[in-house]
């Protein structure tokens, strides 16, 4: 660079670059990206949308592509999520079993609690199970074979978790019973509570609840003194 271009250069604020004595280029500086966020509902849409084109269809008849098409976004983006179709059905379970197993619980370590209002409270949560979340309760029921056994041997064990609070707080109740018997008991209340997924029932929600509760009261107090 000759010094007539140097003084320019310096009257410029700049100063002279020069690889070997040959001008470089100007290198204009990397501005970063946003990071990217994620949708945190994203995944609750995603099983939402999965309970119900599974209920509707049967589990094989669904693709991600399906899913996805349900959602919004394209396959590959439910793969961020959930590895397979298997998965998405997995997580749908644990999401129902782990609410149901959490509150139950919690009702029965409430050493104050009565006995009977406490199982008024968990048939209350399998009736909110099979009213609000129908979809997913039919698709449990329905599709819970098409999983691999590991994850159906996880899944049963949260539910005979689950069921053994019930037991617990019916023997406590009716202290005459054995446990076989109170576990009998359990499984009839419940599956009551469940029948209303085989059909239509054609009621007002709040009467079809009250309908549901009663019966599974009667099927735990029966022969009761």
Same mark, same amino acid.
């Given at each position: 660079?000759?010094?007539?271009n140097?003084?320019?250069?310096?009257?410029?604020?700049?100063?002279?670059?020069?690889?070997?004595?040959?001008?470089?280029?100007?290198?204009?500086?990397?501005t970063a990206?946003?990071?990217?966020?994620?949708?945190?509902?994203?995944?609750?849409?995603?099983?939402?949308?999965?309970?119900?084109?599974?209920?509707?269809?049967?589990?094989?008849?669904?693709?991600?592509?399906?899913?996805?098409?349900?959602v919004?976004?394209t396959?590959?983006?439910?793969y961020?999520?959930?590895?397979?179709?298997?998965?998405?059905?997995?997580a749908?379970?644990d999401?129902?079993?782990?609410?149901?197993?959490?509150?139950g619980q919690?009702v029965?370590?409430?050493?104050?609690?009565?006995?009977?209002?406490?199982?008024?409270?968990?048939?209350?949560?399998?009736?909110?199970?099979v009213?609000d979340? $129908?979809?997913?309760?039919?698709? #449990?029921?329905? +599709?819970?074979?098409? =999983?691999p056994e590991?994850d *159906?041997? &996880? @899944? $049963?064990?949260?539910?005979?978790? #689950?069921?053994? +609070?019930?037991?617990? =707080?019916?023997?406590?109740? *009716?202290? &005459? @019973?054995?446990?076989?018997?109170?576990?009998?008991?359990?499984?009839?209340?419940?599956?009551?509570?469940?029948?209303?997924?085989?059909?239509s029932?054609?009621?007002?929600?709040?009467?079809?609840r009250?309908?549901l509760?009663?019966s599974?009261?009667?099927v735990?107090t029966?022969?009761?003194?």
């Open positions: 660079m000759s010094r007539e140097a003084r320019a250069a310096a009257s410029n604020g700049r100063a002279p670059s020069t690889v070997g004595g040959a001008p470089t280029a100007r290198v204009t500086p990397i990206r946003p990071a990217r966020t994620r949708d945190p509902a994203r995944k609750q849409r995603i099983l939402t949308a999965a309970a119900d084109l599974v209920a509707r269809n049967g589990f094989s008849s669904v693709s991600m592509e399906d899913i996805g098409d349900a919004g976004i396959a590959s983006a439910i961020r999520h959930y590895d397979s179709k298997n998965a998405v059905l997995v749908m379970f999401r129902v079993i782990d609410r149901l197993l959490g509150e919690r029965a370590a409430d050493e104050q609690a009565d006995p009977r209002d406490a199982l008024r409270r968990l048939i209350d949560g399998q009736i909110d199970f009213v979340d $129908r979809d997913v309760a039919q698709v #449990y029921f329905r +599709e819970i074979a098409n =999983l590991t *159906r041997r &996880g @899944l $049963r064990r949260k539910q005979r978790l #689950y069921l053994e +609070e019930w037991v617990h =707080l019916l023997t406590e109740l *009716r202290p &005459g @019973l054995d446990d076989t018997a109170a576990r009998t008991l359990v499984h009839c209340a419940i599956g009551a509570i469940q029948s209303t997924l085989q059909h029932a054609g009621l007002p929600e709040e009467r079809l009250e309908l509760r009663q599974a009261i009667a735990l029966a022969g009761a003194e």
